[in-house]
């Protein structure tokens, strides 16, 4: 089992930038894909990026693709989340997930408690 916390968020005016940490629990972090939601007043929680257990592969939603980066360090058990060109509709709780899973597109069975993002127009 992985306990994940997530940090970084804030608000920040469009066009800034922020970057989310998620440190794990454990020495196992590096048998987990890494996956970054978020959740929006109103709106079901969706799929932000993800990474694979070595690091080696990366995938975004199209919404934050070439503006968003995710990356984790193993040695330090942390995934981040860089983003960049911020807008308002990034405004969101953020969530990092660790999977377990053969396919990081599921599996998300470990979870932070998320945090706030607020984008200023």
């Known amino acids: 089992q992985v306990q994940l916390v997530e940090s970084g968020g804030g608000l920040v005016q469009t066009g800034g930038s922020l970057r989310l940490s998620c440190e794990a629990s454990g020495r196992t972090f590096n048998t987990y894909h890494m996956g970054w939601f978020r959740q929006a007043p109103g709106k079901e929680r969706e799929f932000v990026a993800a990474i694979i257990r070595s690091g080696g592969s990366t995938y975004y939603a199209d919404s934050v693709k070439g503006r968003f980066t995710i990356a984790r360090d193993n040695a330090k058990n942390t995934a981040y989340l860089q983003m960049n060109s911020l807008k308002p509709e990034d405004t969101a709780v953020y969530y990092c997930?660790?999977?377990?899973?053969?396919?990081?597109?599921?599996?998300?069975?470990?979870w932070g408690q998320g945090t706030q993002v607020t984008v200023s127009s």
């Open positions: 997930a660790a999977s377990q899973s053969k396919t990081y597109l599921i599996g998300y069975d470990y």
